[in-house]
């Protein structure tokens, strides 16, 4: 077998895995939104049994040292989960579009709807905030927006009495045009 790795004893090889900077990033959502699977494909689901989905998005901003660094999401079918489809619907400019191809009271998680997600959500731009968490192990969305969202900077608080609860996420669809062809 020949292998390609260049390693020695005097170079080393970078994977490109980085975890983005705290802040403000420019990112593409990517291709491959699908609910999350083990090995065999089975579905996996949290420990509460709601279902995982994974949307894929990277850092893409040429003049960011975290330029490519992957800051994907996983997203519970519940509530939460709702909103946050939402607001990556909003943030991208799709508002308008997928309350007018889906009205009433829908679901994101009904197959219809999430296979249009899969469709529309990949190359699409947005904004989205990081925090490192608590621990230092991980890169946390907090906040997401529209690509014209001029984000300021936020004096650092003190911590929150959080008691388990999870931090919202905050969408900036002002002046988002729908975008409506292709359905």
Partial sequence: MKTVSTIN?????????????D???KVEMGEGIDLMKDKEGQVVPDAKGNNLWKFPAKINDEDASDH???????????????????????????????????????????????DKVKIKVPGQFCQMRTETSKDGKYSNVVEIATMKFKPVDKP??????TKGKKEETVADAAGAQAKTEDW
Avoid: C, Q, Y
């Avoid at 004893?9 to 900077?21: K, V, Y």
């Avoid at 999401?73 to 991208?92: M, N, P, Q, R, Y």
């Fill in 156 to 161: 650092v608080a003190a911590p929150k009495d």
């Fill in 23 to 25: 802040g403000w990033h």
């Fill in 9 to 21: 004893e005097n170079t080393s090889s970078e994977w490109g895995f980085r975890r983005p900077f």
């Fill in 68 to 114: 490519e660094a992957d800051i994907s999401l996983v997203i519970a079918e519940t509530a939460f989960g709702e909103k946050k489809i939402s607001d990556i619907i909003a943030a991208i400019g799709m508002k308008d579009a997928f309350e007018k191809n889906f009205p009433g009271d829908r679901s994101f998680f009904e197959p219809a709807i999430m």
